[in-house]
């Protein structure tokens, strides 16, 4: 199970694609890790689909990875009287905390932390940013705006603050109860939903003991002002454009997610493009040329992963979207431009041993048009690393932890293999010769490059580098 490409797709499991038959075809047509929507599934939801991803893995002999995606604060106004109110531009509309059902002058607001944080001056935008309020006074319990835009309101409609940061943290109940639950279940990866600053992260990260990976959604304007603390308490972040296309001028995301995908490659931790890249395909066979352009540059700029959210758990075509988004990321990375472009954005290595061995190793494999980069990682660290290189020759990263490579499903460039670590340099050779001539990486003959630690098994301590040929028999020639 070979893919033709380096960059990894991340695809969303819901009623569309939630069955075994369809989760094994979703893999099959290039779906590298499967995240689960914590907004729209149960306990009961997420243990079931953790079991079937898990049974497609066994059958298929590939680690695949598996994202829960948590909730996080849902914000939202109260009930209308009538169901829906009519505004005008220019009107005053007050938030406050009397439940009694709104008018056309008011309306609940059933969050404290909201009415204690705002101050004049600040936006509010409701229901997708359709309508936009402006604070004009604050006291306890309340907030006057001015209507700026949007004529009507209809009750439970969401809540955004794109000037307003709120007291509380990300982590609802809801959250918890979910955090707990997932970290009982064979898991990868928790998203976390609306983050505003790092100590969001961090009570995750306390949560989760170092148990599964944490992936911090980027998708408040207070996350892109703080992005270097959050990428420093993250394993990964996620472009989440959707909301960030409502909290901020949608001209602006562009070069956000540039900004963001190259942050994140700097510090070496994986970066994932989202929110509306085959959109059409919802109810569309074929996506836009536009979303076709969207695909493409996300992978040009060297994302990752890309996503597929309602594409592939709500839509008609959910296999028919992974196997589009497979072939237009193959036929990207084949593009004359695309290595060009790739080679340009790499960062210096940092000014470590196993940086140094890393970077010396994706140098000497495109120096010496090698077969394959092979990577020996335990804790993942170093398949991380060879993958932050960004080469032009194919990496297998080799565990003893079946764990780690199933959170590397979401690396660039990772083919991850389930292996036992090796006894010495020599079982390391042999080893990694016979996996990339198996995997069809390596023909006899071909040479490939090795990183690994010694002690053997001792995490983040890659500082061996070794070349060999691949024998007729799969073992190394020399």
Not at 29 to 56: E, K, Q, Y
Not at 192 to 200: A, G, K, M, N, T
Not at 387 to 394: I, T
Request: aromatic content about 4%.
């Amino acid at each position: 199970m070979r893919r033709n490409r380096k960059v990894k797709i991340l695809a969303t499991l819901g009623p569309a694609s939630s069955d075994p038959e369809t989760i094994h075809s979703l893999f099959r047509a290039g779906a590298d890790i499967f995240r689960i929507n914590m907004s729209h599934a149960s306990h009961d939801v997420m243990r079931t689909l953790v079991r079937t991803i898990r049974s497609v893995e066994a059958e298929n002999d590939r680690p695949i990875g598996i994202l829960v995606d948590l909730q996080g604060p849902k914000l939202r106004v109260g009930k209308f009287a009538d169901g829906e109110v009519a505004l005008t531009p220019g009107q005053a509309f007050t938030l406050d905390s009397d439940e009694t059902p709104g008018d056309t002058t008011r309306v609940h607001l059933p969050h404290p932390e909201i009415l204690k944080a705002l101050e004049p001056g600040h936006t509010i935008l409701l229901d997708d940013g359709r309508l936009r309020l402006t604070v004009t006074q604050v006291a306890k319990g309340q907030a006057v705006t001015e209507v700026v835009s949007g004529t009507r309101l209809s009750e439970r409609k969401g809540v955004s603050l794109p000037d307003t940061t709120i007291g509380s943290g990300a982590l609802t109940d809801k959250d918890r109860r979910d955090l707990d639950a997932a970290l009982g279940e064979e898991i990868d990866w928790i998203a976390l939903s609306f983050i505003q600053r790092p100590e969001d992260v961090a009570e995750a990260r306390k949560i989760a003991r170092g148990k599964v990976g944490i992936l911090s959604k980027i998708e408040k304007p207070q996350a892109v002002a703080r992005i270097d603390e959050i990428i420093e308490l993250s394993d990964a972040i996620m472009v989440a454009r959707g909301d960030l296309g409502v909290e901020m001028p949608i001209e602006s995301v562009p070069g956000i997610q540039k900004q963001l995908i190259r942050s994140a490659r700097n510090a070496g931790i994986p970066v994932v493009v989202a929110t509306q890249m085959l959109e059409s395909m919802i109810s569309a066979s074929v996506p836009t040329r536009a979303e076709v352009s969207d695909v493409a540059t996300a992978v040009f700029e060297g994302a990752d992963a890309i996503m597929l959210s309602a594409e592939s758990a709500t839509g008609d075509y959910p296999i028919a979207a992974v196997e589009t988004m497979d072939r237009i990321a193959a036929r990207v990375e084949q593009d004359k431009n695309y290595s060009q472009i790739i080679h340009a954005q790499r960062t210096a290595p940092e000014s470590t041993g196993a940086d140094a061995i890393t970077a010396a190793a994706r140098q000497i494999a495109e120096t010496l048009n090698l077969a394959a980069i092979v990577c020996y990682t335990s804790s993942g660290s170093t398949g991380i690393r060879a993958a932050r290189e960004r080469p032009q020759v194919s990496i297998i990263a080799l565990s003893p932890v079946r764990q780690t490579a199933r959170r590397l499903a979401l690396v660039w460039g990772l083919h991850c293999v389930v292996s036992k670590d090796a006894r010495d340099v020599d079982d390391m050779v042999d080893r990694a010769s016979h996996i990339a001539f198996d995997e069809g990486f390596a023909a006899p003959g071909e040479r490939i490059i090795i990183t690994a630690g010694v002690p053997f098994g001792t995490p983040g301590a890659t500082n061996l580098l070794r070349i060999a040929f691949v024998g007729s028999d799969g073992l190394t020639g020399i």
